[in-house]
């Protein structure tokens, strides 16, 4: 059973620039969860998406946005880069929508914003 | 955004020991309490989880204390080992609402 994998694991970027992260779900896994995680501080919920559909966002602005595809791996794209959006980005999958099914993490995509 | 209180920080505790990390929230929406463990580099790990129907959960060396008047809950490690030595979140999910909200962490260091 492969694991949720992401990509790349680390990059940098000016501000201004776009970046888009990448997410591959557990296997059987159709609900994909992205996550901020800054410096010292605890995961930050961005959006979830189910079966292609956003299916709730935490508060962050439209500039934060995502896709899931058919084969239920995402996407989460971020325009015009901030200082402040340097962070880990965790992407987790689970199985269904229930809120007490397990979250699987990967090991997330390290962005710098020079 | 943050609406899950974590403490202490950061945590020192001698191999064999009880470590207690404690967490408070506000929201009683709030019908799911997991437990997460992230070793350096990696994703958090489920390690534990509670709902509030219950006051309290073990698994193994692992317990979650649950106090809903007081909206607040607490993982007690019995025996500490230096293998547990990582950072611990606390977190906590609405009903009908995958918005968890995490702890800001507790970085546990068991000493040999």
């Known amino acids: 059973e492969t694991g949720v994998t992401q990509s790349p694991t680390h990059l940098i970027k000016t501000r201004g620039q776009q970046v888009t992260l990448r997410c591959s779900s557990q296997s059987g896994h159709n609900t994909v969860s992205w996550y901020q995680q800054a410096l010292g501080q605890g995961p930050q919920f961005i959006f979830q998406y189910y079966r292609e559909e956003e299916n709730g966002r935490g508060n962050f602005p439209p500039r934060f946005s995502g896709l899931q595809f058919p084969n239920y791996s995402s996407e989460l794209n971020v325009n015009a880069l901030e200082l402040d959006d340097s962070a880990l980005y965790l992407c987790?999958?689970?199985?269904?929508?229930?809120?007490?099914?397990?979250?699987?993490f990967g090991e997330g995509s390290r962005l710098t914003v020079l | 955004q943050q609406q899950v209180k974590q403490s202490p920080q950061s945590l020192i505790v001698q191999k064999g020991g009880i470590s207690i990390i404690n967490c408070a929230y506000e929201n009683t929406a709030f019908d799911y309490f997991p437990w997460y463990q992230q070793f350096p580099g990696k994703g958090p790990a489920l390690l534990i989880a509670i709902r509030p129907d219950v006051s309290e959960k073990k698994e193994g060396r692992f317990t979650i204390s649950f106090n809903k008047s007081a909206k607040q809950f607490s993982l007690h490690i019995m025996d500490s080992q230096p293998g547990d030595s990582a950072t611990y979140f606390c977190?906590?999910?609405?009903?009908?609402?995958?918005?968890?909200?995490f702890g800001a962490g507790t970085r546990l260091t068991v000493k040999p």
């Open positions: 987790a999958s689970k199985a269904g929508l229930a809120t007490t099914g397990e979250l699987f």
């Open positions: 977190a906590a999910s609405p009903r009908n609402n995958n918005d968890m909200r």
